[in-house]
């Protein structure tokens, strides 16, 4: 996991998306799921990782193919923020530390990652505008079209 300067391990969970593709699909959050059009969008939907010592029984957490080895002794835990929320935090940084969270973030393997995320969403939003017969399938049509309930003027009204 990458570890900045101040000796901080992190990492990015997209656990959050992959459950909104996963229950838009079902007819959940049509509407959330709809909504994004590129990689700024799937950020809200992206957690943050903070690590801390690991405990006697440490939470057992899967992490994605993709993820360098953890962190040696700690374990992960929610930091509370997406990363679309963290930029508040990031401000209270070191330069240092925003500087490698950023360069992280700008990684050609972190680009890449992101960019399958939103083939993901690409793929879950054409499967439910291919079926406009089902429930999902209308509410996703109806969405398209800009005349869903949940929507005004291509953003959602709720979250």
Aim: some cysteine.
């Amino acid at each position: 996991m990458p570890c900045l300067p101040s000796g901080l391990h992190f990492a990015i969970d997209p656990s959050p998306l992959n459950q909104l593709v996963k229950g838009a699909l079902q007819g959940a959050f049509v509407h959330k799921l709809m909504a994004i059009k590129d990689c700024g969008g799937i950020f809200g939907h992206i957690d943050v990782l903070y690590f801390k010592q690991r405990a006697e029984n440490p939470n057992e957490y899967l992490f994605s193919a993709e993820s360098i080895a953890r962190p040696e002794g700690l374990e992960p835990y929610p930091s509370g923020f997406t990363l679309l929320s963290i930029s508040g935090e990031v401000k209270k940084w070191s330069e240092a530390d925003r500087s490698a969270f950023i360069d992280f973030l700008n990684e050609d393997r972190t680009e890449d990652f992101f960019k399958s995320l939103i083939r993901s969403v690409e793929e879950a939003q054409q499967i439910l505008l291919s079926h406009p017969g089902t429930l999902p399938g209308l509410l996703a049509t109806w969405w398209k079209l800009g005349c869903h309930p949940l929507q005004e003027g291509g953003e959602a009204l709720v979250e």
